[in-house]
RNA sequence: GGGGGCAUAGCUCAGCUGGUUAGAGCGCAUGCUUCACAUGCAUGAGGUCACAGGUUCGAGUCCUGUUGUCCCCACCA
């Protein structure tokens, strides 16, 4: 057999656990009709990305759960796969071309597209291998990729769907464009940010007079695009000019003054011009007043050829100089400093610009109810359940979907448009020719936006649209682990989708997470540069030390801070389960482990065996609830304090001793509990369980396919447990007693005992002496026989008189109980309180209420006994 | 403007559907070279659970309001 080395070192053995579990298929998921599914879909990465904090808390929990459920004994499928990432990855490549010098036009979007794929196949796996180093115990045999032929297809599919029913339609609207990209985005790709500007007052003059109209902008450039002044129908300030016309500066085009309610007469000064082609309020004006919509910029954000003596400048540009020529003219009547929002895009940062253009859009209202009915209806779940308030509230305040991109990465638009008869064809199939006229067709130039295929995910995975076996077995999933701030992209187009394509919900729980900040709360960003790598910390604490140190003491949903004293915090917790183990081990070498069944156990190991149980219960509940920090905490608590602190400490006497079969039972104990715990531990720390599980003597196979533990109600002995406590309190109170008054930890007590527990002493006798430090224990009859300078305790076992000699300073002794004696009056005060309140005997519970009493007679008890010594001290 | 979170020990945070004396980790204090572990052990100090009302036999927990703080969405040109 291998030794175990001193200290856990994750380093030595994360990778090769992992290929032993590749080696035996662990990740493997089957269908099998025995079992129940358990099916979860990973969020795919982009394919662009690198690890970060965040995935490694989402694949920590997913893996967890993925793990536990596994060991339970469900078919479980957990689905791997990549995101294209359409817009993410053209820009990164562009990117590339501009080191070369070449533009993707120039290379045409046959060659971008085999470079795309190039450069996928070379960078898109990375992301994959940094995921194995966290143990995500995914089944890579069915990774998957959003543009793969299956995906694809779903893609296609979906699509046609909805076209064919109208909900999908293209026109002109106002969009979001992002000039540096040089694509149209959605509204959720667009992050509005506080940004300092000006405000502009610009006078307008009124045709054939001498007046003005004055108008306040932020964007002057725009200007060049107004079609009207609008002013408030009710503001008597500007009624005289409503339906006179004005002469638009530096153009010279004549534009109505009209009336609108959209116009807030508080604000600004309450005349607003109007450009309909490049703002969505001006835009929804210039419907109702039939204003002509004029665009003014190019794609790449320059004026265009409407801009007059402004066009093929910068849109920057183009506004200095629009300020100065109407200064020049007299026309600009002052400049405001002003901060305000303002889009950028959520890829590159540049500054949105607001257009009109013809894009493809998902019509929503249809599709959002069945996504609203669903979580009202409890088909699908938010943990925690405040996140269905988000989801409601986006899903109500849903505008239309704008799915095209300009871009070559990613799925094109399945939609032909006829060089001869004009007909828009959208088909399953590429067609050759014009189904209606025979003319030649040309494919629509744009692609899909990348949500549109993470929204089929969870189905288009497995192979829907057709019925595959995978389809039918795993389908539908059933949780989703994700971030809040992925709900508006991803979980909400999954859950309408799922619904319209396959009629059921894609998953039955939303396990919602936080974001993962810094040690000061900051946002982990790029530009902060305050990221911290978890492939690094990995390096440096193990895998399992980052997984444990990510999940416990965080609530559910709620963000997170990362910092390094945690990832030591579990560090040290595996170090010293690793070191539980390894005492384990070392007293059982050479010796057969006798199965837990047929001992004969003593009250300690019943006590351990027991808190075992409820250990099991607690974590297996908490799971099952998601409540993973919970479930890590009781967990933790147990390992440590019960088994490692307690039960080792108090196996020693019976290790070392002489008793044989005493020290085979102990033996037989430590091992199974050890297991147990391991178990238990193993969906949080699956590295250094299997590496442990591998060495004990009582287990065979791996632990990543053992059983997950019962609770086993003949091995709960909850009352003997609850009689254990009397002999750690015991010890405890002991302890405390030599601290209180300076004994050295080496030097042995005698310990007198006033009380009944006479053979749960005498069975733990050896324990008693060896943790408490002590060289005899005696049952009294008295305090006085425990002589004349003692130090005493009311424990949960009775009353314990340790003499101490010179150390007892009597006045310090006097001072101790009477602060005890407070304390306890206090008790007994509050607990009298309650029960002499009739309404508290009534309506609480009855075993409340019993138990109230209880307590008050043992505080009487302790009230008692700490009179009578205080009066032996006088 | 709409929606949501948070406020508990010096720090970072747990506390499930209300029910013993409110917990953990880190930090702090004191003491330990006990043959698994100093990445450790023991003992301890430290909390008017933001504030004000209310519901209840009983509130850190539920309700209303206030204050502070953070986030998301919308957005007044």
């Not at 116009?263 to 109702?288: L, S």
């Not at 649209?465 to 077995?473: G, I, L, R, V």
Request: overall charge neutral; glycine content about 6%.
């Amino acid at each position: 057999m291998k030794e175990m080395q001193t200290t856990y070192n994750p380093k030595e053995f994360e990778d090769a656990v992992y290929a032993l579990w590749m080696e035996n298929d662990c990740f493997k998921a089957k269908i099998d009709p025995e079992k129940i599914p358990f099916t979860v879909m990973m969020p795919p990465p982009n394919i662009t990305g690198q690890l970060h904090m965040g995935h490694a808390m989402d694949e920590t929990m997913q893996d967890i759960v993925v793990r536990f459920k596994r060991m339970q004994g469900y078919s479980v499928l957990w689905q791997p796969g990549t995101d294209h990432a359409s817009l993410a990855t053209e820009h990164k490549i562009v990117e590339a071309l501009r080191e070369e010098g070449v533009t993707k036009e120039e290379l045409g979007r046959e060659e971008f597209l085999r470079r795309a794929y190039l450069w996928k196949e070379r960078y898109g796996g990375k992301i994959v291998e940094q995921l194995k180093k966290l143990g995500s115990s995914c089944d890579w045999s069915r990774l998957a990729f959003t543009m793969d032929e299956t995906c694809s297809r779903a893609v296609r599919e979906a699509f046609f769907q909805l076209y064919e029913k109208g909900l999908i339609y293209r026109g002109s609207r106002i969009i979001n464009w992002c000039p540096d990209c040089k694509t149209a985005l959605s509204d959720e790709e667009v992050a509005y940010s506080e940004d300092r500007g000006h405000f502009w007052y610009f006078r307008y003059p009124v045709k054939d007079s001498d007046a003005f109209v004055t108008i306040a902008t932020t964007r002057p450039e725009t200007m060049l695009g107004d079609t009207a002044v609008a002013v408030n129908p009710a503001d008597k300030r500007y009624a005289h000019l409503v339906g006179k016309t004005l002469v638009l500066p530096l153009v010279g085009r004549e534009i109505p003054v009209v009336a609108d309610d959209y116009v807030d007469m508080e604000f600004g000064t309450g005349a607003v011009k109007i450009t309909p082609a490049h703002d969505p309020n001006d835009f929804e004006v210039g419907m109702r007043h039939g204003l002509p919509l004029i665009r003014i910029l190019n794609d790449d954000g320059t004026i265009n050829e409407q801009g007059g003596a402004y066009a093929g400048l910068d849109r920057y540009e183009a506004r200095k100089r629009i300020v100065a020529a109407m200064e020049e003219q007299g026309l600009l009547a002052k400049t405001e400093a002003h901060t305000h929002n303002v889009g950028h895009c959520h890829r590159c940062n540049a500054t949105v610009e607001p257009l009109v253009s013809k894009q493809w859009f998902v019509k929503m209202a249809p599709l959002a109810k069945p996504a609203i009915d669903a979580v009202m209806k409890n088909k699908t779940k938010f943990t925690p359940d405040r996140f269905a308030k988000i989801y409601y509230n986006w899903l109500e305040n849903i505008r239309d979907w704008c799915i095209s991109r300009q871009l070559w990465w990613g799925h094109r638009i399945p939609v032909w448009y006829c060089e001869k008869c004009g007909a828009e064809i959208c088909a399953r199939e590429d067609p050759d020719v014009c189904p209606k006229c025979g003319g030649a067709l040309r494919q629509d130039e744009d692609c899909l936006d990348t949500w549109f295929s993470s929204a089929l995910w969870p189905f288009s995975t497995l192979g829907w649209p057709e019925a595959t076996e995978e389809f039918k077995y795993f389908y539908p999933t059933d949780v989703l682990v994700t971030g809040y701030d992925i709900i508006p992209f991803w979980v909400m187009r999954m859950m309408f989708s799922g619904l319209r394509y396959t009629g059921k919900v894609p998953f039955r729980d939303v396990l919602i997470h936080g974001l993962v900040r810094d040690e000061q709360g900051r946002k982990m960003s790029k530009s902060l540069g305050n990221g911290i790598d978890p492939l690094e910390v990995i390096d440096r604490y193990g895998a399992d030390s980052l997984r444990l140190s990510l999940v416990t003491g965080v609530a559910p949903g709620n963000d997170t801070r990362f910092t390094e004293a945690k990832v030591e915090a579990s560090r040290n917790f595996l170090n010293k389960i690793w070191n539980a183990a390894r005492f384990v081990l070392m007293n059982a070498k050479g010796e057969k482990v006798p199965p837990i069944t047929g001992l004969k156990l003593q009250p300690a190991d019943r006590w351990i065996i027991s808190r075992l149980m409820t250990t099991i219960r607690e974590v297996t509940l908490s799971l099952q609830k998601y409540d993973l920090g919970i479930a890590a905490d009781k967990l933790i608590d147990f390992a440590w304090n019960d088994f490692c602190d307690w039960y080792i400490e108090l196996s020693k006497p019976a290790l070392y001793g002489a008793d044989a079969e005493r020290k085979r039972t102990t033996l037989g104990v430590l091992c199974f509990v050890l297991a147990d715990t391991l178990k238990l531990l193993h969906p949080f720390a699956p590295f250094v369980t299997e590496e442990i599980y591998g060495y004990l003597p009582n287990t065979e196979g791996l632990i990543i396919s053992a059983d997950y533990p019962r609770y086993n109600t003949k091995l709960s002995y909850r009352e003997e447990a609850k009689a254990f406590e009397g002999v750690i309190d015991l010890i405890k109170a002991v302890r405390a007693i030599k601290v209180s008054v300076n004994c050295p930890p080496s030097k042995k007590v005698h310990i007198y005992l006033l009380g009944e527990a006479k053979r749960l002493v005498s069975v733990n006798k050896s324990s008693i002496l060896r943790l408490a430090g002590a060289s005899e224990i005696e049952f009294v009859e008295s305090g006085a026989e425990a002589g004349e300078k003692t130090v005493s305790r009311v424990c949960e076992m009775g009353q314990l008189f340790v003499p101490l000699g010179e150390l007892v300073n009597l006045e310090e002794e006097r001072a101790r109980l009477e602060k005890e004696l407070v304390r306890v009056t206090g008790e007994i005060a509050r607990a009298d309180g309650k029960l002499s309140n009739n309404n508290f005997c009534a309506k609480a519970p009855k075993k409340l209420v019993d138990d109230e009493r209880a307590k008050r007679e043992k505080y009487l008890d302790m009230k008692l006994k700490i009179e009578e010594q205080l009066k032996a001290l006088q």
